[in-house]
């Protein structure tokens, strides 16, 4: 079975800092590939300055290039409004792949207030990416509170047992200075250089229009 790890995102836009911790989290849990789930929109960030979807699937196909990393918008194909949603659709339309979440420690200091944030950490293990300004956040959170009790090494993905969950793998990362909202300020119109071109999924092969943009969310 294909061991595929999920990062989860607005990628508004993507940069090379996502690409260094996914090749990072995929070196260290030993995976085949990573799939980037450019997400239609997400409830928890402000709407303003959200660029277009297949702009952003255009700047995530970008950074990926010749990379074991596949940008996808398979979130507005499968019609999933939250992440709990979207992870029990793939695991039901892969059923010979494996996967992990990948999330970085800000995701999980606010991980409770996801929808059936529990129910995500029982369809496939959680890994957590230290960030910097973020650790202690996370630690003191309450989905750490109920997660922690599931914690386990990276090594333990050898296994098909350690493949169930609910389970927590900490993964500790050199900062990457580099952000999304950094690159926005220093180039706003970043999105125009994908004005009126569709975007081939890598996932699914399917278009994303310039039109096809539909909210989501976490």
Known sequence: MKRIGLLGGSFN???????????????????????????????????????????????????????????TAIERELGTRYTIDTLRALTRRYPKCRFIWLMGADNLAQFSQWRDWRGIARTMPIAVIARPGYDGAAVASPAMAWLGRFRRTAASLKTRRGWSAPALIPLRFDPDPR???AIRRADPDWASRYDGRPQRDPLTHHPVHPHSIKKAGQ
Do not use: C
């Open 179 to 181: 952000s999304a909202t």
């Open 13 to 71: 836009p993507a940069h090379g800092g996502h690409r260094r911790i996914t090749l990072f989290a995929r070196e260290a849990l030993g995976l085949d590939e990573v799939w980037w789930l450019v997400s239609p929109g997400n409830p928890l960030k402000p709407k303003a300055g959200m660029a277009p979807l297949h702009a952003r699937l255009a700047a995530a196909r970008s950074q990926s290039r010749r990379a074991p990393i596949r940008a």
